[in-house]
């Protein structure tokens, strides 16, 4: 294993055996992630809450997925120190935009300097504020409806759900939205007992109890086509449909 990789990788995968995780990122994901985004992992790894970063596995996914729907404008909920949105600004054409939205700009700035090296910071307006009132604000101008190609969410749990209902409104017909830790680190599937016994803290435990709703909220919206893909910590991909 090579030493960018030995100094930034954090296992976050949902797979029994983290060896073939490593096999995973070495073989197929590594290889193929640009420079910029490598540096920006490296930024990143000596964070206290590096482990809030989107996994690269997924990112190669959300790659694709901006690739196959011709993504030009898209939004960010919840930016970190900007991994998975640099991935979306080196994706998206030249003139392509992101509103990427996030409560803490000191995090961002992290990764600020990476992403104006990489030429795209033209590309991406960052606003320092909770998502909610953005999105309002949004949907306030009617031509806003509709205009979105994609959208990534990892913010705070407890408001997917409202995020979700104002991005049906924002995203295009055949566009794309991606939910970030909708596994919740495996617990979803646990039985309460076993949650009482094994997940620390109870923000944790509200926390999943927010995404086992998001989940069964989903299963049952019409409006989207939805896929749950375990990379990193579980990712939920919709696809709206009207």
Known sequence: MGESAKKTTVYKGLLKNEELYQYILETSVYPREPEPLKELRDATADHPRAFIAA????????????KLVNAKKT???????????????????????????????KNYEIGLPIIRRAGVEHKIN??????LPVLDKLLEEHENEGSLDFAFVDADKG?????HERLMKLLK??????????????TVALPEDLVEE??????????RKHIMELNKYLATDSRVQICVAPLGDGITICRRIY
């Open 55 to 66: 996994a690269p596995d997924a990112g190669q996914l959300i790659d694709m997925l901006l």
């Open 75 to 105: 939004i960010e909920i919840g930016v970190f120190t900007g991994y998975s949105l640099l991935l979306t600004a080196l994706s998206i054409p030249d003139d392509g935009k992101i509103i990427a939205i996030d409560v803490d700009r």
């Open 126 to 131: 960052f606003i320092e504020s909770q998502a």
């Open 159 to 163: 408001n997917y759900k409202n995020y």
């Open 173 to 186: 017909v055949g566009g794309v939205v991606v939910y970030d830790n909708t596994l919740w680190y495996g």
């Open 198 to 207: 094994l997940v620390d803290g109870e923000h944790k435990k509200e926390m």
